[in-house]
């Protein structure tokens, strides 16, 4: 039932912001939007937490621990970027950047997207989860080109081609795959529910297995932006609005990330090798090496904090593929304080540019002393998404670093110079940006404190003390995944 | 009872270092004299040059600190205080314990420390000067002198004076070559420590070759007069210092009256040999360049390091 | 007619999509580019129509409708639209020139033969050699997209490796389940929506289809 | 009665009301400084009497924090090892808080007081934490937050880009080293099991190969030489302090390198415990290697506050002098002897926080009487400032090893434990160990000239600065706080007996074995560390001794003083003497760059300005000398290099052009399928 309203809600706030289009009141209805969905999501979280798992809708729903927290990580994000959109949009608007067809447009697309991950997270149904997946990209393609500058378009062409080749691929593992269930469970729908297929995965033939994982992964690798397929993900973090920006980073990469490790159990179950583990670790290693170097050399800020995702998502891929109870914990710790982390990273980066009217690093200067609350909030998340304590991403690292070099020894000077790179450049860039004086076409503004306020907040509270709950859907998943 | 004579030991020695040290450093001097050919002054000279600085009057710069006047009387305690644990006469010193050798070596560096101090007070070229390449040869000496007591130690199993020179004393008498080596260095490292010829010239206020002097030039009256008495106490007690770590035979090991006397015999020989040594090195060598005194004072390392490797390898 | 006929009729089929696919990847003409991805489309449908006659699967009758409306009528339809509406004349330029290109989709066919070789033992139905075939059109659709300058032939190229892929659903399996089959359909038709938006930004924007000018988001300067 | 360990968690929380302050009273600046500094000196106090208790009362005491993770929660622990430290940095921090008062307030209206205040607080409730941690988790957690809030100390003023620079580098050695650490928990709890495993006493319990120990103990090692400032990890350190506000740069060459100390000493005797011979040597050459040369780029310098950063390094090569001989006494099983090392390697390190902190704190007087951090603009202060010249004085003469100051007293335990190397089994060591003392000796001297240089070019003479602006003696807080620490100074200097008595329960606990202090009813005057036969060493007679000669002196000369005539310097009769003829610190430095040249990257010119073609009366001439670490060309540049070419190397990847990216996944797929 709660399980209906939260993926009905930001359908039919979609539809209704559609339909109002660019009212006055339309961002507080997005927000409010949200704010149920948030609700919902909390409701069923403590259902979950009560009853443990549940299947619905005729097997066609199932929540586990692990799409549990991931469903109500996303609802939670989205609402907050919802109220800080109210007011980056708002600027927007001001600047000439957007017009009404497009504030419609974006505020639609904005529960659409919510829609599409909420789906992918909750269905039970292995080919819906895919065409989820498709729905979450177009959705979000024409937000990315919402400006409709040369750049923009290019970024969101660039987006749909590659994610749409990517989907593409792992179509065809999903073929594969059912290929393989009907075998064992037998035709109808039946073959392409997870909670079968988990319960067959033995007997299904390895082979076959082995030859979906391999388009699955390129093909949801893709829109986690694992490197050699991460090319679209700058362009699309750098050109499209912020708000766009952060949900990608700290939403629909989980959820790609999140499909994928669905996946992945089903190989293992199958193949009893580590063979889709050693795929990810390699994809994992690549992507956290790649990005790190390439953030050293960003002009451009969200650029440099997009590929810092890319890094980030390669270390949890990474640790899901290492496996192992600590690792895979702090894997999904990873995740969860990523996507917080990096989305308030992108509100306050939001705010900067839109004071400095740019989003050249070269021309963001002395933010201390301009707004000391977004230097301050852009240095401390800096530092934070940079594997800082007493910043949650740091025991994340810090669980799947000491996993590493227990498990694969000689793959740590990798990570290790990977983090190291990347910590050398976030910071150089970061200090830079928030020290000195402030440029005489610096424009306060009236600065969204909350959401940032609350991400940190979190991000802090949750590296010293894990609630129950969490702790509980944490070790949950970590039995279904290691 | 026995405390008492103890204390009364120590006394002597501290008034025997005090008062023969101007005494020791005019043999040297008269020696010098002897072998330059030149007529001496006799032994007695210091003692005049002290006196007629006592009674002087102390003509002091305008921006002399409180440093600057305080030195003297430290450069001058210092010595003594040292001096109150060299066993020269007997190896009953009660104060002996207080500090090793090591420590004595320390307390002449901070007497080294504040006449640096003093030499850059007054703010004059010379007095930078002065201090500076001081303190240059002492931290070049330094290490010399640091493994010469690392060898005695080595032999004697300690670094206090009396029980190396117990040690020494109660063993027969053999040569041991890493002593000797030790002894080569610690004399290289006397003369350096003590301003002579070749690495100083005392008796020289030629700009370029003084070192020590040039610290001093600002001095006048009294405490010129303790400084120079200090210094010859330093140049006494390093003497008696070498002659306790490298042939203490003789010295009172029972302290009564004979001993005492045959020791304080023992030793007035043991000065006018060294002091003879130490001239005919004087009179032998030249005045150093600034620059060259790192191979002489290397040399010294050189040797005391040989004792040290003659200790393990040949004994 | 017995299994045996339909059987050679599914993989006449097979060949002929296979065939089409090559056609696209020497075709040079976009109008003649649109109407092989119309005639791709066709042979699918019947396919479908034949795998569902031959199985047994009424829901695979509605999919082959689906293709049939959706890939052979209306994709096509909106793409001439687009090609009259945006004057887009000229040939094609490709990277590749034309005959490497046939070799690499050659060498793509047997390659995808040698990996489909373990599920073609273990498979039983009268479809399954065209599971090589499938993954081929696949591979064929993904080399056309990289070896095409146009966004036009691009978006063909996209929608040949969804062909293929529906191809792979109908033949390596008697079909995906209805839902799943609608779906994707659903998903078709969006990006159809998109990329007409998207024709018509780029074609204002940068005033000609062609992706070559998209290349100033680049960090090797 | 309220146990050690309760008393110092209570002291680290109390850190948090000065942050309260700011937010409360933030507005009041002079009153907010006054509270909130007079609120840390009074919690490092209580960590100061938790850390003596602790040391006092022997004993271990766990405590298990409900935070962290579920399943590894924080651990607490309180043993000898990390009370003394604990009392370390809360005695410095309690002189610093003191000071800070007096220092703070009289900074420049712009400065972010309030930015100081938060992290001056955070830094030392970060630092007691690294002393208290008992798992690898909140150790790195509170090792980080420390390097952090130390950082944004750093970048105090980040006006200026050579702040930002040096707290740029700063940061990144500091995390790189915190990796390393990380690396080094993470070998070690590989022999362990679950989360359970990064407790420390897990760790303890495990017995680890000798290849992963030794992978272990570099990685510790080197992660903590990084933040000690161990040559040649040690380029961060005359870049940060300098900039660094002085009352912080006293905390983090006084008590924040220590905390490396620590790390190291947790590591190798606590948790790893057994160990071959060469690990102490390792550490014992890098000792040598960073005292010698920390003490001679010392010279080199003329920045006051720079200097004293070498001399950082330099202290911690001694410290570390004193650890590795412990090291190798302990792999021989000579307990007695690795306790003697040991102690002296400890005793130094609160020396060295105890005149390292003084110093520091006269250099921020002296730059805050006179603006200026080039010696060769300073002089003369000592008639403008007394107070602040003694008490700097008195750190001189510790810092230059000197008796009857304390920095004497561990040098000299240094020595009597190289002394006792002979009697270790390897013949080689024997030799070449005393070698080791000889350099132990030269950097002794080196200090020396080095303070006489630094304390005679600022304090005597005459002022050089070109604008003779009026210099004022440091206000009552500042002296105050330098006073008590000079006070320290002297007694830790003349009652080592008493100190060791209290110290050596941690040579006990770690080597199972105690010095034997003290002999004869005056024990507190007798330090004989290994038997009274072998050494002794009396501080207070020294003093007593000196005291009273240069009193009697001073008596007898003055009942019936001669007449004492002020006049200027004699000038040699022309009547030009200058300032500027003064020997400064180039010029003292000068006969040591002769000779030592050869170890630094020197680049040395004169011009002048001949008058007529003839050289011989320049009408001016100008002089320039750069000295230059060598060791930034021979290991920093070519890595930054590599890392610039590889990173415009993956710049290739983002190539922009559409038909690459899809190659990429193309041939991804390619390839997955080939290799599958």
Redesign the interface.
């Known amino acids: 039932m709660i399980l209906l309203v939260l993926i009905i809600t930001p359908f039919v706030a979609a539809l209704v912001l559609a339909f109002v289009g660019d009212r006055r009141f339309a961002p507080e209805i997005n927000i409010f939007g949200s704010f149920l969905t948030f609700i919902a999501g909390v409701a069923l979280a403590f259902e979950v937490y009560e009853h443990g798992p549940i299947i619905a809708g005729g097997k066609f729903f199932f929540v586990d621990a692990f799409s549990v927290y991931l469903s109500v990580l996303t609802a939670f994000v989205s609402m907050t970027t919802a109220v800080f959109s109210r007011g980056y949009m708002q600027r927007e608007r001001e600047h000439g950047r957007v017009g009404h067809l497009r504030m419609r447009f974006y505020h639609a697309m904005f529960q659409m997207f919510m829609f599409a991950m909420l789906l992918c997270l909750l269905t039970n149904?292995i080919?819906?989860l895919?065409?989820a997946m498709?729905?979450a990209t177009?959705s979000t393609?024409?937000l990315v080109?919402l400006y409709?500058t040369?750049?923009a378009?290019?970024?969101?062409?660039?987006y749909?081609?590659?994610c749409?080749?990517?989907i593409?691929?792992a179509?065809?593992g999903t073929?594969?795959l059912?290929?393989a269930a009907?075998?064992v469970i037998g035709?109808?729908?039946e073959?392409?529910l997870w909670t079968n297929l988990i319960g067959v995965s033995g007997q299904l033939?390895p082979?076959?297995l082995?030859?979906a994982f391999?388009?699955l992964?390129?093909g949801y690798g893709?829109k986690v932006g694992l490197?050699?397929?991460h090319?679209?993900l700058?362009?699309a973090h750098?050109?499209g609005p912020t708000p766009i920006s952060a949900v990608l980073s700290g939403l629909l990469l989980n959820i790609a990330l999140y499909a994928l490790v669905r996946c992945k159990v089903l190989v293992d179950g199958s193949t009893h090798t580590h063979y889709a583990g050693n795929?990810m670790m390699g994809f994992g290693i690549v992507s956290i090496v790649?990005a790190s170097?390439?953030i050293?050399?960003?002009k451009d800020i969200k650029r440099m904090f997009s590929y810092s995702s890319i890094e980030h998502m390669g270390i949890a891929t990474f640790a899901f593929g290492l496996g192992g109870?600590?690792a895979t914990?702090g894997a999904l710790l990873h995740m969860l304080m990523h996507s917080l982390t990096k989305s308030s990273i992108f509100f306050t980066v939001g705010h900067a540019c839109q004071m400095h009217r740019t989003q050249e690093i070269a021309r963001i200067k002395g933010l201390?002393k301009g707004d000391s609350f977004v230097g301050w909030s852009l240095m401390l998340g800096a530092?934070a998404i940079?594997g800082?304590?007493?910043f949650g991403i740091?025991?994340s690292e810090?669980l799947i670093?000491?996993?590493?070099?227990?498990d694969v020894?000689l793959l740590?000077p990798f990570i290790?110079i990977g983090?190291?790179?990347a910590?050398?450049?976030l910071?150089?860039k970061v200090?830079?940006m928030?020290?000195?004086?402030v440029p005489s076409y610096f424009e306060p503004l009236k600065t969204a404190r909350a959401p940032v306020l609350l991400h940190m907040a979190m991000v802090l509270i949750l590296?010293?003390?894990?609630p129950?709950f969490l702790?509980k859907w944490f070790h949950a998943a970590v039995e279904l995944l290691k | 009872m026995k405390s008492l004579h103890l204390i009364f030991i120590e006394i002597l020695q501290v008034i025997i270092v005090i008062a023969v040290a101007p005494a020791f450093a005019g043999w040297v001097d008269m020696l010098k004299c002897w072998t330059q050919g030149r007529t001496s002054a006799g032994v007695l000279q210091p003692y005049r040059n002290i006196a007629k600085l006592f009674v002087k009057d102390v003509v002091l710069a305008g921006n002399a600190s409180w440093i600057f006047r305080f030195t003297p009387y430290l450069v001058f305690g210092s010595a003594v205080v040292v001096g109150s644990v060299v066993p020269i006469i007997s190896m009953n010193l009660f104060l002996a314990p207080s500090a090793d050798i090591i420590v004595g070596i320390a307390i002449f560096a901070s007497a080294r420390f504040f006449m640096a101090l003093a030499g850059m007070d007054i703010g004059t070229a010379f007095g930078g000067m002065g201090a500076s390449r001081e303190m240059m040869v002492a931290s070049l000496t330094e290490p010399a002198i640091l493994m010469a007591i690392f060898t005695v130690s080595l032999a004697g199993r300690s670094t206090s004076l009396l029980h190396i020179a117990r040690s020494f004393t109660s063993g027969a008498l053999v040569l041991r070559p890493s002593i000797v080596f030790a002894a080569i260095a610690f004399l290289l490292v006397v003369i350096a420590e003590t301003g002579r010829i070749p690495v100083d010239n005392p008796s020289t206020h030629l700009e370029l070759t003084m070192i020590h002097e040039a610290m001093i030039l600002e001095y006048s009256g009294r405490h010129l007069a303790l400084i120079e008495w200090g210094s010859m106490i330093r140049f006494f007690l390093f003497v008696t210092l070498g002659i306790a770590c490298f042939l203490p035979w003789g010295i009172a090991v029972k302290d009564n009256v004979g001993d005492i006397a045959i020791s304080v015999f023992f030793m007035v020989i043991k000065l006018c040999v060294v002091g003879g040594v130490l001239v005919i090195i004087e009179t032998g060598l030249a005045k150093m360049r600034l620059f060259r005194l790192t191979e002489f004072l290397w040399a010294a390392f050189l040797m005391a390091t040989l004792g040290v490797i003659a200790f393990f390898i040949l004994e | 007619m017995n299994l045996q006929v339909l059987a050679q009729v599914n993989s006449f089929l097979a060949a002929l999509v296979l065939l089409t696919a090559f056609a696209m990847l020497s075709q040079r003409k976009i109008n003649s580019l649109v109407t092989l991805f119309a005639w791709q489309g066709l042979f699918l449908s019947i396919n479908t129509a034949v795998v569902g006659f031959v199985a047994s699967k009424h829901h695979l009758y509605i999919s082959s409708l689906l293709t049939l409306s959706i890939k052979v009528i209306l994709l096509p339809y909106i793409l001439h639209v687009l090609v009259v509406r945006l004057k887009i004349r000229k040939d094609v330029e490709t990277i590749v020139n034309i005959p490497t290109t046939m070799l690499i989709g050659i060498a793509l066919v047997i390659f995808s033969y040698h990996l489909t070789a373990p599920v073609r033992q273990m498979s039983t139905l009268i479809t399954r050699s065209t599971l090589a075939v499938a993954l081929a059109t696949v591979m064929i659709g993904l080399l056309m997209m990289i070896t095409r300058k146009h966004a036009v032939t691009q978006i063909i190229g996209f929608l040949a490796m969804e062909n293929g892929l529906f191809f792979a659903a109908t033949s390596a399996t008697y079909g995906m389940p209805l839902v799943v089959e609608l779906g994707v359909a659903l998903d078709v038709l969006i990006a159809a929506f998109i990329f007409g938006i998207f024709f018509f930004h780029i074609s204002t924007t940068f005033d000609s289809l062609s992706v070559e000018q998209m290349e100033s988001l680049r960090e090797d300067t | 009665m309220i146990s050690p360990i309760e008393l110092s968690t209570f002291s680290v929380v109390a850190f948090i009301i000065p942050i309260l302050f700011v937010i409360v009273i933030g507005d009041n600046r002079r009153l907010l400084i006054r509270m909130s500094f007079s609120v840390s000196a009074l919690a490092s106090l209580v960590s100061v009497a938790a850390g003596i208790l602790a040391v006092a009362g022997g004993g271990i005491e766990q405590v298990v924090l409900p935070i962290g993770l579920p399943t590894l929660p924080f651990h607490l622990r309180l043993d000898e090892l990390s009370g003394f430290f604990i009392f370390v940095v809360g005695l410095l921090s309690f002189f610093v808080s003191i000071y800070s008062v007096g220092y703070v307030g009289g900074l420049g209206a712009g400065k972010p007081v309030k930015r100081l205040i938060v992290f001056y607080n955070i830094f030392i409730a970060a630092m007691f934490m690294v002393c208290l941690a008992d798992d690898a988790l909140f150790f790195l957690v509170a090792w980080e937050v420390m390097a952090a809030a130390s950082y944004f100390l750093v970048m105090f003023e980040d006006g200026r880009s050579e702040n930002r620079r040096a707290a740029y580098i700063y940061m990144v050695m500091a995390h790189i080293g915190a990796v390393l650490i990380l690396l080094s928990f993470g070998v070690m709890a590989g022999f362990t099991t679950g989360f359970e495993g990064y407790t420390f006493d897990a760790m303890r319990e495990a017995r680890f190969p000798l290849k992963w120990a030794t992978v272990a103990f570099l990685l510790s090692f080197f992660g903590f030489a990084a933040k000690a400032g161990v040559i040649p990890f040690h380029v961060w350190l005359p870049e940060a302090h300098p900039v660094a506000p002085s009352n912080v740069s006293a905390l983090m060459s006084g008590v924040m390198l220590k905390t490396a100390i620590y790390g190291i000493i947790r590591i190798t005797f606590d948790i790893i415990k057994v160990f071959p011979w060469w690990w102490g040597t390792m550490v014992l050459v890098l000792g040598l290697i960073s005292a010698v040369m920390g003490v001679l780029y010392a010279l080199m310098q003329h920045d006051l506050k720079k200097l004293l950063a070498y001399h950082s390094v330099e202290n911690i090569g001694i410290i570390l002098i004193g650890i590795g001989l412990s090291m190798i006494f302990t792999s021989f099983h000579l307990p007695t002897m690795a306790a003697l090392a040991l102690i002296a390697g400890l005793y130094h390190t609160m020396n060295h926080a105890m005149f390292k902190g003084l110093l520091f704190m006269g250099a921020g007087a002296v730059l805050h009487a006179t603006h200026e951090r080039n010696m060769d603009e300073m002089g003369g202060l000592i008639h403008h400032m007394p107070w602040t010249s003694a008490f700097f004085l008195v750190g001189c003469i510790s810092i230059s090893a000197l008796p009857p100051f304390n920095g004497f007293v561990s040098e000299w335990l240094t020595f009597q434990a190289f002394l006792l190397s002979p009697s270790m089994p390897i013949p080689l060591m024997k030799l070449l160990i005393p070698l080791g003392a000889a350099l132990l000796a030269l950097t002794g001297a080196l200090a020396a000239a080095c303070f006489v240089k630094v304390f005679g070019v600022i304090f005597l003479g005459n002022w050089r600065g070109h604008d003779n602006h009026a210099v004022t003696e440091a206000g009552w807080s500042m002296r105050a706080g330098m006073s008590l620490t000079s006070l320290a100074c002297l007694c830790l200097g003349i009652l080592p007996a008493v100190v060791i008595g209290w110290m050596d329960v941690i040579s006990e606990r770690l080597l199972k074995a105690k010095l034997v202090t003290t002999s004869g009813v005056y024990g507190w005057m007798w330090l004989t560390p290994v038997d009274p036969e072998r050494a002794s060493y009396s501080g207070p007679l020294v003093l007593i001794g000196i005291v009273a000669v240069c009193a009697v002196t001073y008596l007898l000369l003055h009942v019936k003083p001669g007449s004492i005539s002020k006049v200027p310097v004699w000038d040699c009769g022309f009547k030009k003497l200058t300032a500027k003829m003064q020997y400064n610190a180039v010029s003292f430095s000068m006969p040591f760059r002769r000779i030592f040249g050869f170890l630094f990257d020197i680049k040395e010119q004169i011009r002048l300005a001949p008058q007529r073609g003839h050289l011989a009366f320049p009408v001016n001439s100008h002089y320039y000398l750069r000295v230059r670490d060598r060791f930034w060309g021979w290991l920093y540049r070519p890595v930054i290099d590599i890392v610039v070419l590889l990173s415009r190397k993956t710049g290739m990847l983002q190539h922009g052009r559409i038909h690459v990216y899809l190659i990429y996944s193309f041939v991804t797929i390619i390839v997955l399928l080939a290799l599958l």
């Open positions: 149904n080919g819906v895919w065409i498709e729905l177009l393609v024409l080109s409709r040369p750049n378009i290019e970024a969101a062409w660039k749909f081609i590659l749409g080749v990517g593409a691929q179509l065809f073929v594969l059912y290929f009907e075998k035709e109808g729908g073959a392409l033939e082979t076959v082995s030859l391999v388009f992964v390129v893709t490197v050699p397929l090319n679209w700058p362009d750098s050109e795929i790649v170097f390439s050293l050399r960003q109870s600590i914990f201390f530092m940079a800082m304590p007493p740091f025991t810090f670093l000491t996993a590493t070099i227990k020894p740590t290790l983090l190291g790179v910590f050398a450049g910071l150089r200090q830079y928030v020290s000195g004086d590296a010293f003390y894990i129950d702790n």
